[in-house]
């Protein structure tokens, strides 16, 4: 069993829809949760950057954690074009030095 | 531009040859991490390092690879005796210092290596 699990998607949706991404996770060790936007062909760039269990807002985007399920998920509000990318969940564990990632999904926002 | 640099963006090599691929860390930060990404697998960490040391290399093959983050100059992720299984894009991010170890990593777009 992987320890982060990720739809790859594809997932297409018309401008100005929400979207919702998520992952799933087994090790109860991990305590911060991030997402990444990756267009193509371009390095992971840092989105969202939360610590434990909760909600956090940035514009058009939402993070939630919800621990006692080890779920996460990432909302965006009135998709634009420019959301269309890969986006990565990413975990680690208090004091470890090392990510792991989701594969990824392949979200494609059509005009 | 202050964002994690890396290069070459492509490099290609033979089987047997070596590769050298470079990391420039962000302004300010003092922390390296290297990752490899397989088509269609995840992100997976292979080392860590501070300036002069390697912190964590619990993700770095035992054989042909190597990392360095010395005193001046970038980080080098070093593969000797290249076979086509490491084609993949390599990852470098980079952190600031700081006492909780659990900083924000910010990841450079990668070194895309090909092996004829």
């Known amino acids: 069993q992987k320890e982060v699990e990720q739809d790859p998607g594809p997932l297409s949706v018309p401008e100005g829809a929400i979207v919702s991404l998520n992952c799933t996770y087994s090790n109860s060790a991990f305590q911060y949760f991030m997402w990444y936007r990756q267009y193509s062909r371009k390095g992971p760039e840092l989105l969202m950057y939360?610590?434990?269990?909760g909600n956090k807002e940035d514009g058009r985007f939402t993070a939630q954690v919800d621990k006692s399920s080890k779920y996460i998920s990432l909302f965006i509000r009135d998709s634009q074009p420019s959301d269309s990318a890969t986006y990565l969940c990413?975990?680690?564990?208090?004091?470890?030095?090392?990510?792991?990632f989701g594969t990824g999904t392949r979200l494609t926002v059509i005009p | 531009n202050a964002g994690v640099m890396q290069n070459p963006r492509h490099l290609v090599r033979r089987r047997g040859q070596e590769a050298r691929l470079r990391c420039s860390p962000m302004k300010g930060h003092s922390h390296v991490y290297w990752y490899r990404q397989l088509p269609e697998e995840g992100l997976k960490f292979m080392v860590y390092l501070q300036k002069e040391n390697i912190i964590d290399e619990s993700g770095m093959p035992k054989e042909r690879f190597s990392a360095e983050f010395p005193k001046e100059g970038p980080s080098i992720l070093r593969i000797q005796q290249v076979v086509r299984g490491d084609s993949a894009a390599y990852f470098c991010?980079?952190?600031?210092?700081?006492?909780?170890?659990?900083?924000?990593?910010?990841f450079g777009d990668g070194t895309r290596l090909s092996i004829l």
């Open positions: 990413a975990m680690s564990a208090v004091g470890a030095n090392n990510l792991f």
């Open positions: 991010a980079s952190s600031p210092p700081g006492q909780n170890s659990n900083q924000p990593q910010h």
């Open positions: 939360t610590y434990s269990s």
